[in-house]
């Protein structure tokens, strides 16, 4: 999820909760007036009903008459029932039914004087009040519908609101969110446009004293910190390959010419073959770093060309063949492989050609014998070349390093070399989008794999 998005997500989230908590204390407290108000209603209805027996002198005569002519006053499905000290009913409002009442109610009065219950349904407010010497037991009970219907409606109210503008404020985060991180969103695509290419590339310096324009300040020094360190390391790089290799190819050719002359002791001239052998060796070196001086993951595909697999080996062999003449290949194509395989691949064959001379060198360098095996097998996603040779294996725990720069196998000892050679293959199958891996099938059984996609 986008930095936007979590914080729209959050924001929307936060105020959506404070905004229903608010929703919720409106709720309560509108409920507490409603049942205030109804409680005093009530309370008012019974003191009405107390001055009225207070003032009667017949009160059985006067109050139908009386609660008639008050009816304006009643509160909405109103029941009174009327007792006299003895818990005696003396008048109800109910005429056409059968009276009904709690008797535990009553007595509860002698004791609290003044009972409410809006648990009960309808809602009931008695008091035991003592009128002219006499006590009597006023109960009266009634439905808030009014009450009720403006809570249910003021419910409604809030939910729709609630609901309204929990939507709206998602809405209005994740926009003003874009619009605040505008500027950073710029500023990304600015950095992920520079390259080692292109470490000149400045980011636009806004007129603004924001974090934002810290760190795209921050950024350009630190680009111009890299650009001038990585110029001088490919400019040593590349300078140092190439003037190095003048002198080599000067060494490489005497070589050839003082072995030809054919009048060295049989030390001498293994010494003079192995000399030369390490001549090459540092030539393929040199020529391997001077060609990845020139590329990078970056601008390396827009160059990319057709390339079919099997000439690349066959001429990387070919150049292995010159210093190792006695190595042998045997080139086969897996029964796997699908009718329409092309083994054609995307790259540049001067890397390919240094991955599997390098491939076919240790071969011949670490074999037993003087063989090498090439299978290839291509399938619909995959084109996967197998270089196979006999020989002392590399042990489990040293395998996890094998492609590490420097990191040689105990296998090589008493062989020279450089170390470095499973490690460039590496970076240059890296660019190709490629892997390679190593597996010991069988005993004394070396296999390296390199797996190219589709």
């Known amino acids: 999820m986008s930095l936007k998005r979590k914080i729209a997500l959050n924001l929307s989230i936060a105020f959506s909760l404070l905004f229903g908590i608010v929703m919720a204390v409106i709720y309560m407290s509108f409920n507490d007036f409603r049942r205030d108000e109804f409680k005093e209603r009530f309370r008012q209805r019974l003191e009405f009903t107390s001055h009225f027996i207070a003032k009667s002198k017949d009160f059985e005569e006067e109050a139908p008459v009386f609660f008639n002519e008050n009816s304006d006053n009643i509160l909405l499905n109103e029941t009174i029932l009327i007792f006299n000290g003895q818990k005696e009913l003396v008048y109800s409002t109910i005429k056409d039914r059968n009276v009904t009442w709690n008797n ?262 670490y074999s037993e014998n003087t063989e090498v095996d090439v299978l290839i097998t291509e399938t619909d996603e995959h084109l996967v070349v197998d270089v196979i040779s006999r020989g002392t294996t590399i042990p489990e725990e040293e395998q996890p390093r094998l492609f590490e720069a420097f990191q040689r196998g105990i296998n090589s000892q008493n062989i020279s070399g450089s170390g470095l050679g499973l490690r460039i293959v590496k970076r240059i199958l890296e660019y190709h989008g490629a892997g390679i891996s190593y597996t010991s099938p069988a005993e004394l059984l070396n296999k390296f794999s390199v797996v190219f996609n589709k």
Request: glycine share 2%.
């Open 104 to 365: 535990a109610l009553l007595k509860e009065l002698d004791d609290k004087k003044v009972i409410y219950s809006e648990k009960t349904v309808p809602e009931i407010y008695a008091a035991l009040r003592k009128i002219n010497g006499e006590n009597y037991y006023i109960l009266t009970s009634a439905f808030d519908t009014n009450g009720k219907s403006k809570l249910e409606y003021l419910k409604y109210l809030l939910v729709t609101a609630y609901v309204m503008s929990t939507l709206l404020i998602g809405f209005f985060s994740y926009y003003f969110m874009g619009q605040f991180l505008r500027p950073l969103e710029d500023l990304n695509q600015e950095i992920s446009e520079v390259t080692a290419h292109k470490l000149t590339t400045q980011i636009p310096v806004r007129q603004s004293n924001d974090e934002i324009n810290v760190l795209a300040q921050s950024f350009n020094t630190m680009i111009a910190r890299l650009d001038d360190v990585f110029q001088s390391q490919k400019d040593f790089t590349a300078s140092a390959s190439h003037e190095i290799r003048t002198p080599i190819t000067r060494m490489a050719f005497q070589l050839e010419n003082l072995i030809k002359f054919g009048q060295h002791s049989p030390e001498t001239l293994v010494s003079l073959k192995q000399i030369q052998k390490d001549v090459y060796q540092l030539s393929d070196l040199t020529n391997s770093l001077l060609l990845l001086t020139k590329f990078d993951k970056e601008n390396i595909q827009s160059i990319y060309e057709e390339v079919r697999i099997d000439e690349v080996i066959f001429e990387s062999f070919e150049a292995v063949e010159k210093s190792y003449p006695n190595l042998k290949m045997d080139f086969l194509i897996s029964e796997n492989t699908s009718e329409n395989a092309l083994l054609t691949i995307k790259g540049i064959q001067s890397l390919l050609d240094i991955v599997f001379i390098n491939l076919f060198k240790n071969a011949a360098v």
